[in-house]
């Protein structure tokens, strides 16, 4: 069976999604969500793909007339056959109204360099700028805090303090052929060559539950 055969993709109330995101994704929080969709196996959720409004107000701005969703999210259970990401996040990217821009980045401190992206055909625009050399909270519990938490943190359960690398930055046009041209057309950035590299893999030695779908 082939993998349109094997996976069904739906969308799904953020509750279900919020457990799954939590428990596997190395970043721990949750983003502002405003699509949700499941990635299913025989109605099992196996995983989950959100997008959100991006948190920046000048590259929300920068795409006016057209609407822009930040890819915020994409977490699965381990070993999934090979392309069901790239068909996740391929098919979910179709449901989503046009015209639409969608921006997502790879975080290149943790070894990320926006493989489904690149197989999902995504613009690259290399390494967002302000994502570059932000100062990362290490506490002495092992857990990352970041500049965001900084006004809540004692500083003297900090282990140390380091650097963020940086984040890849992506971006995808959901329309017609003129609506994308136009949309290409916006950008702000030189589009560059992908990046290329071993990708580290953050498993969460965790269990999640499989919760059949309420849709």
């Known amino acids: 069976m ?67 969703l930040e890819l915020n999210r994409l977490v699965s259970i381990e070993n999934l056959p090979k392309n069901a990401l790239s068909y996740f996040v391929s098919h979910s990217l179709k449901k989503l109204s046009s015209p639409l821009a969608v921006i997502a980045y790879a975080d290149k401190g943790k070894g990320h360099h926006g493989y489904i992206y690149q197989a999902t055909n995504w613009v690259y625009t290399g390494l967002a700028e302000g994502t570059k050399n932000r100062p990362i909270y290490i506490m002495k519990s092992g857990q990352e805090k970041h500049r965001r ?7 003297d359960n900090v282990k140390e303090i380091k650097r ?28 560059k060559p992908y990046p290329k590299g071993d990708n580290e893999k953050h498993k969460k030695n965790v269990k999640v539950n499989n919760q059949k779908s309420l849709i």
């Open 149 to 155: 938490h900084a006004k809540d943190i004692n500083m």
């Open 164 to 191: 963020t690398e940086g984040k890849h930055r992506y971006y995808y046009f959901v329309g017609n052929k003129r609506e994308k041209r136009k949309m290409r057309k916006k950008l702000r950035f030189e589009e």
């Open 2 to 68: 082939g993998i349109k055969d094997t996976f069904e993709i739906k969308e799904i109330p953020n509750e279900i999604a919020k457990p799954f995101i939590l428990k596997k994704h190395y970043a721990e929080t949750l983003p502002s969500i405003s699509y949700c969709f499941g990635l299913h196996k025989e109605q099992d959720l196996v995983g989950v793909c959100t997008f959100g409004m991006p948190p920046n107000y000048v590259e929300n701005k920068a795409w006016k007339p057209f609407d822009l």
